[in-house]
């Protein structure tokens, strides 16, 4: 692709705006002399883009504004206004590790010791051999190269290097609660068994289809359901999972008895619930409490995110071989620079609550080879759409 140095200045030379291949490499060549700058520009026609300058300030300047783009500078050591050496000090301020071939007709010692000291790569004298020129600013191309794809593979393994250190301290607090979890829920599950005991005492003291039953029968649901978590949960910190079987699950109704049990309950006082389930939807290979546990947390999410006012619309429907479910709230929204990380183990925005929430719906989700995809916006709110592949039972 061809195209334009730099267009904007027009106090530079004439040559330093000239169209140029972005494919080719680029070099820079800095005399006083006309002579030299003309024989390196027609050496290198067709190798080497060549921008040339004719004192060290106009150097600088294009090499200030072009640094990204020139891979090697071939200086003369004798100018007037601004000497090569000083020349050299200045764009070593701005790259420390540019290649710098040195041109000279008579350059003493002293001023080779500095010019070596600032880093420079070959000396060459005047006049100069064509052979030797090209294979030195080949080689000058060729560290150039060297180096810039070094500086990228450090980047990357530092990047590498800081996502590694947060995995291994996301794997340290994981490690702290699975040391902690079998007694925890020890603990837990004694208390849910005692609380089962009495709820099935109460719903035998009650007789017919009244509101109190009907609330008992919830809690009695719910308790089974929280037992069975709490026994997964022994059964991974045991580090013996049980398998526990995958069936066929109407997603709709998994959903209509949590928003039954979200609308009787004050975690969702003051929200309103708009269900759009579609009637044929078909079934999806799950296991019912944990996808109970995945989608309640996800609406348990976007209640806390509207503060106990707001809408909440939930939606499924028929998606190319899937089934999709969408949760869409009225909240705050998600900033779109920790968007990504809502899902890992322990991160929270909330004074409240251990950010584990959502973790576990991944969690789940993936584990049913669903797909979990999140949008949102500042001020209207955050969309969950969640696919699951369709049960084989339907395929066939």
Known sequence: MMGPINQKDSSLPWDTRMRFDRNKNTILVIDDELGPRESLRILFK????????????????????NKDIIDAIILDLKMPKKSGIETLEEIRKIDEKVPVIILTGYGDMETAKKAIHLGTLEFMSKPFNVDEMEEIVKRAVNKRKAILESEKLKEELTLLNSRLNERIAQMEKLATIGQLSSEIIHEVNNLLTVIHGYTQLLLQEISGENISSKYLLTIESEIKRCKNIARSILEIAKSKPEARPMKDVCLNEIIRKIIEFLEISNIAKGIKFSLSLENDLPMIKGEPNHLHQAILNILINSIQAMNKRGEISVRTEKAKGKVLLIIKDTGKGIPQDIIDKITEPFFTTKEEGAGLGLSIASRIIKNHNGELKIFSKIGEGTEFKIYFPVSTLNMN
């Open 46 to 65: 067709g190798i080497y883009n060549v921008i040339t300058a004719e004192d060290g300030e106009k150097g600088i300047k294009i090499f200030k504004e």
